[in-house]
């Protein structure tokens, strides 16, 4: 069952974690030999509540991540809130061990708050176990797992690294190779775990591979050389069709090998054998499989079938990929439909001097920057249409390479490249979330021109890429800056589209740093040139946003002008036309915000159903936090406080940890619900909450946000609050709640029991609220609706909107049916 206790813990159920990560254990493709002893061990140190770090130390090839994988299948059982794994084995940079950590488990990141402590309230309270494999290349990281286990009691982690991370703590675990015999005999040398792995991997290439008396001694021999390691004897194992045991022998006795096991002493000595082992299996490649195999070693996590293909041009071939698979040498694998090809780290250390000694590395590294600047913006035209859903998961798939490309073009000053693809993958950041990896590269790029010596074209489309996901971050200083530059140079350009979609950012902008006169300037301007652009998925989306910022507040009910509702019209109608989900979701949106202010709720629902739907398909983790915040309006306004509340707790700290510009409208309304619990103490403080960050983020007066308060009545609340508070109490519990934390959230109480009048009104499955049951009492008096609101010390507005909601939840359609309802539940007479 999904934990409801606090905030950071609501949604992130071990269940929907599942669902989310694919492969959160990878299961195990072949049996593991030998190692039935220390996956006992291991699996005792783990289940000890005494031991918070184990990690499997030994040589590359040894075998830490097979039986690290094993043993965290076989406790699965102690850990209730999961087992996940998490591959290090592509990361160089110690600072992205927590996002990598983060984003596996799907905690989304906050500009004003470390990703650090989102990650500490996210395992805090849960029994789940990390297991942190290849940790060797990011030892500068590992005092943050200290700092991970210090906050969260339940957490474990399982680590696999070539040396101790040296933690207070820490329970080392060195790795031996596989036992082989002193005196073999043929009648039981299968016995050794060494052997039987030989010819188990042999079998699987040549099953009619026997061991005999006539290769039994070689086959000892051949393992003893490798000495035991794992991926050594699958390596030779993988000859066993080209090559005899007796010839593989031969060949790991030649002299060019025979250089390679004498490698630097400071390399441990069994990394050298395996070295050995790649070399040899590297000779045995004809000229063309070794060009093939240097050049994809180039790769960060593996590539597509499709992008090795094109890395190696004209010579390359299915043959050579099966080939170099066969050999061991590379693993074949799928990610839905499309073949993939992946290198153990290793064997792609290998490749990679290769590549260095015959001064192929830099050639090598820039078609592969050039390969995925391509990529890139193929995937531009696709993140806004019907394939929007598939294009966001080949681009997650492709973070290392799309990371290693940026990175070349940083360390060689490579400008233009570096702003053609951080401005391209912005919408990719953007909706999935990564905006502070993502503003860091677009940030860095912009600075590497800062004379703006690159195509105007360029720097414009990067310019308002920065400023568009800054402004999502609620940054609106640096936004405006940015995107007033970016239209400059779209004016310069003469570009529409460009000029239109800076004058939309900045109109959003400026409404939400209530700028009036700078507003209505943007606003008008691209009102005029919308009108005059053809129908694109850029145009709708300008439709949808200069819509929100018409939105018209001052007027009762609260409503879209006519424009504004023709504007939303034409960005539903072009969505549809262009198969654009996300687009029409958007929209969608926005419509039913209107219909719910307007009171029509059949249209609300289907508006909101349609866009839940489509942004549901898509993972748009935005559009589902907006249309979270409209369904608990209504929620409230239909005195449903405990849906309210239950859809706040699971969307409030994702918006939290993204660092969404819109949490201060979203704590007002749990203000409001937990004063119509009687948690008035507590609506007070989350009032003082709202009220930093308001300031925190940089927004006071934009039309939605603004819009939601009037709905609620939160001017009535206030009023409410201070007359049954009283001023003084009042201002010190909003006073205090200034200075909560999130953390703080989680300590509110559930509301009291209802009365008695409440519980008779539940009972004919009403759902009337404490608040809407004190208005229908009034109402059965006869009290006009002016003096209800003077009664209860709210507003006409307020009166009316518990009068909309009594008269849904009861049934009826006038005044006189609800005090005829109301006296055959009892009311009257209480």
């Known amino acids: 069952m999904p934990r409801r206790g606090d905030f950071g813990n609501a949604i992130f159920t071990k269940e929907h974690i599942i669902s989310i990560m694919p492969n959160v254990l990878p299961a195990s493709l072949t049996s593991l030999l030998g190692r039935e002893k220390e996956n006992a061990i291991l699996c ?30 076989d406790v699965q059982d102690a850990f209730t809130d999961g087992v996940f794994f998490i591959s290090l084995a592509a990361i160089t940079d110690s600072t992205l061990i927590i996002p990598t950590i983060a984003q596996t488990l799907g905690v989304i990141e906050s500009p004003n708050r470390l990703l650090l402590d989102s990650l500490k309230e996210f395992l805090r309270e849960r029994q789940a176990l990390l297991l942190l494999d290849n940790f060797e290349q990011i030892m500068s990281a590992a005092p943050l797992l200290s700092e991970l286990l210090s906050a969260c009691a339940g957490l474990r982690m399982l680590a696999t690294s070539r040396e101790a991370l040296r933690l207070r703590g820490e329970q080392e675990f060195p790795l031996s190779p596989l036992g082989l015999p002193e005196q073999p005999s043929v009648e039981t040398l299968s016995q050794y775990p060494g052997i039987a792995l030989f010819v188990q991997r042999a079998q699987a290439i040549q099953p009619d591979f026997q061991l005999v008396k006539g290769n039994a001694s070689a086959v000892s021999e051949i393992c003893a050389r490798l000495d035991g390691l794992p991926l050594a004897i699958e390596l030779a194992a993988a000859r066993i069709k080209l090559l005899t045991p007796q010839a593989m022998l031969v060949r790991l006795q030649e002299s060019s090998l025979g250089l390679l096991t004498s490698g630097a002493h400071d390399l441990p000595a069994r990394l050298q054998t395996l070295r050995s082992a790649i070399q040899w299996s590297y000779d045995l490649l004809n000229a063309d499989e070794q060009e093939t195999f240097r050049w994809l070693s180039v790769f ?127 919408p990719f950041w953007l909706t999935r979330g990564y905006w502070s990896e993502g503003r860091r590269w677009l940030e860095e790029s912009l600075a590497m021109d800062s004379g703006g010596a690159l195509a105007p074209a360029v720097r414009a489309k990067t310019l308002y890429g920065t400023g568009a996901l800054t402004r999502f971050q609620g940054d609106f200083a640096r936004a405006r800056m940015l995107l007033e530059q970016s239209l400059a140079l779209y004016r310069h350009l003469t570009d529409k589209t460009g000029v239109l979609m800076a004058l939309v950012e900045l109109s959003r902008i400026t409404a939400f740093q209530e700028d009036q006169t700078a507003k209505q300037v943007f ?27 018409m939105l018209d507040i001052n007027v009762s009910p609260i409503q879209f002008p006519p424009e504004a509702s023709r504007y939303m019209a034409e960005s539903v109608r072009i ?9 029409l979701a958007l929209a969608l949106a926005r419509q039913g915000s209107g219909a719910l202010f307007t009171g029509d709720y059949t249209l609300m629902a289907s508006q909101l159903d349609e866009a839940e739907r489509l942004a549901l398909e898509l993972g748009d983790e935005l559009i589902l936090s907006r249309l979270a915040g409209i369904r608990v309006l209504r929620h409230i306004q239909e005195g449903d406080l405990t849906a309210a509340r239950r859809r706040l707790e699971d969307t409030f700290q994702q918006g939290a940890n993204r660092g969404d510009h819109q949490l201060p409208s979203w704590l007002p309304m749990l203000a409001v619900v937990l004063h119509r619990q009687g948690l008035d103490v507590w ?13 925190t983020y940089q927004s ?58 409440a519980q008779a009104i539940s009972a004919s499955e009403t759902s009337l609220t404490t608040r809407e049951i004190e208005v229908l009492r009034l109402l059965v008096q006869d009290l006009s609706n002016p003096q209800i609101a003077e009664r209860l010390v709210v507003s006409r507005r307020t009166v009316d909107a518990h009068l909309r909601s009594i008269y849904d939840k009861l049934g009826v359609k006038s005044r006189a049916d609800a005090i005829r309802v109301a006296g055959e539940q009892g009311l009257t007479s209480k």
Request: charge should be negative; proline fraction near 3%; charged fraction near 25%.
């Open 575 to 583: 969505n549809r036309a262009l198969n654009n989900p996300a687009g």
């Open 683 to 695: 609506s007070a403080r989350i009032f003082g909450l709202a009220d930093t960050l308001t300031g």
């Open 523 to 549: 606003l008008s301007e691209a009102a005029s040139l919308l009108e005059t652009l053809p129908d694109t998925v850029m145009k709708a989306y300008a439709y949808t946003e200069l819509a929100t910022v």
């Open 44 to 73: 005792q140190l783990l289940r000890s509540s005494e031991v918070r770090l184990v990690t499997i130390t030994g040589p590359g090839g040894v075998g830490k991540t097979s039986l690290a994988l094993q043993v965290a299948h």
């Open 300 to 426: 960060v996590g593996g590539c597509t079938l499709e992008a090795a293909s094109v890395m190696i041009g004209q010579q390359a071939s299915l043959d050579t990929f099966d080939s170099l698979v066969n050999k061991s040498l590379m693993r074949q694998t799928e990610i839905g439909d499309e073949p993939c090809l992946t290198m153990l780290e290793t064997i792609r250390e290998f490749g990679l001097e290769q590549l260095s000694s015959v001064r192929e590395l830099e050639a090598a590294r820039r078609e592969h920057a050039n390969y995925y600047l391509s990529f890139v913006e193929e995937a531009e035209s696709h993140l806004t249409g019907a394939d929007q859903k598939a294009w966001i998961k080949r681009l997650d798939r492709e973070q290392y390479n799309l990371r290693a490309a940026l990175r070349w073009a940083m360390e060689n000053h490579e400008a233009e490249f570096a702003q053609r693809m951080a401005g391209t993958l912005q």
């Open 700 to 757: 006071r007066g934009e039309g939605m946000a603004t819009a939601f308060k009037r709905f609620l009545g939160i001017g009535d609340i206030y009023a409410e609050l201070r007359t049954q508070l009283g001023d003084e109490a009042f201002a010190r519990e909003f006073t205090a709640g200034k200075h909560l934390t999130l953390d703080d959230l989680r300590t509110i109480p559930h509301p009291p029991e209802p009365d008695s009048a």
